[in-house]
């Protein structure tokens, strides 16, 4: 199995409303990622877990909140999001921190 | 602030001909350098990596080459496809505190068939 999957793959939330985003992989793989991305815009790195502890927060507002509850699985909460936090979130994992990245196909977030 | 960046957004090639991708970082410290695809509605795929102690790398069709005096980087393919069409992302791994991997702004790639 050489897949990241995330659920759900489209998100639409309001402001006030709770939710999650769903990230697996059977891969081994020790690190997982979070990264942001903007349309016609890069990835930017939001979180980074290795060896299931948050090793990098870069600087990300405290309505997403990760959660890594086994190597295999990473989990990020949103709560009380801005029409702005609308974006593609995708879910990476690899071997050692900072190595080759895997991908999934991104949650697709619309905040109302 | 420092970033790894492109020279074009946007890049048309002819079906056929090789495509050469340009970028351009600014960190010396870098030491791991990584190409992406991104195809529309997809998540990016890796497709070639370089180290710094290296300065040419070949896969299936493409070709990324580094300069480091220069800070620059190109992925080449060879008899663009129009399956080749996505964005293309290189990505630096950033030795700070912590390692992380920062991308670049992106090329669009079209292949005219």
């Given at each position: 199995d050489t897949e990241v999957t995330q659920t759900p793959k489209h998100l639409v939330m309001g402001m006030t409303n709770k939710k999650s985003l769903k990230c697996e992989q059977h891969?081994?793989?020790?690190a997982m990622y979070w990264y942001k991305q903007k349309a016609k815009k890069p990835p930017e790195l939001m979180f980074v877990y290795s060896y299931e502890k948050l090793?990098?927060?870069?600087?990300?507002?405290?309505?997403f909140s990760p959660e890594c509850p086994n190597s295999s699985l990473l989990n990020l909460h949103l709560h009380a999001?801005?029409?702005?936090?609308s974006a593609l979130y995708l879910c990476a994992s690899s071997y050692w921190e900072a190595g080759e990245l895997f991908f999934g196909e991104g949650s697709r977030l619309t905040v109302l | 602030g420092e970033s790894v960046g492109l020279h074009l957004p946007t890049l048309s090639v002819q079906e056929g001909d090789n495509s050469i991708i340009n970028c351009a970082y600014s960190?010396?410290?870098?030491d791991y350098f990584i190409w992406y695809k991104q195809e529309s509605g997809k998540g990016p795929q890796f497709i070639i990596d370089i180290r710094s102690n290296m300065d040419k790398r070949q896969g299936q069709r493409v070709t990324v080459l580094l300069n480091k005096t220069v800070k620059h980087l190109s992925l080449q393919i060879a008899a663009t496809q129009p399956g080749d069409s996505a964005v293309y992302f290189c990505a630096e791994k950033r030795a700070t505190s912590y390692d992380k991997v920062i991308f670049g702004p992106g090329t669009s790639l079209s292949v005219i068939p």
């Amino acid at each position: 199995d050489t897949e990241v999957t995330q659920t759900p793959k489209h998100l639409v939330m309001g402001m006030t409303n709770k939710k999650s985003l769903k990230c697996e992989q059977h891969m081994g793989h020790r690190a997982m990622y979070w990264y942001k991305q903007k349309a016609k815009k890069p990835p930017e790195l939001m979180f980074v877990y290795s060896y299931e502890k948050l090793s990098i927060n870069e600087s990300v507002p405290s309505r997403f909140s990760p959660e890594c509850p086994n190597s295999s699985l990473l989990n990020l909460h949103l709560h009380a999001l801005q029409p702005e936090d609308s974006a593609l979130y995708l879910c990476a994992s690899s071997y050692w921190e900072a190595g080759e990245l895997f991908f999934g196909e991104g949650s697709r977030l619309t905040v109302l | 602030g420092e970033s790894v960046g492109l020279h074009l957004p946007t890049l048309s090639v002819q079906e056929g001909d090789n495509s050469i991708i340009n970028c351009a970082y600014s960190n010396s410290a870098s030491d791991y350098f990584i190409w992406y695809k991104q195809e529309s509605g997809k998540g990016p795929q890796f497709i070639i990596d370089i180290r710094s102690n290296m300065d040419k790398r070949q896969g299936q069709r493409v070709t990324v080459l580094l300069n480091k005096t220069v800070k620059h980087l190109s992925l080449q393919i060879a008899a663009t496809q129009p399956g080749d069409s996505a964005v293309y992302f290189c990505a630096e791994k950033r030795a700070t505190s912590y390692d992380k991997v920062i991308f670049g702004p992106g090329t669009s790639l079209s292949v005219i068939p």
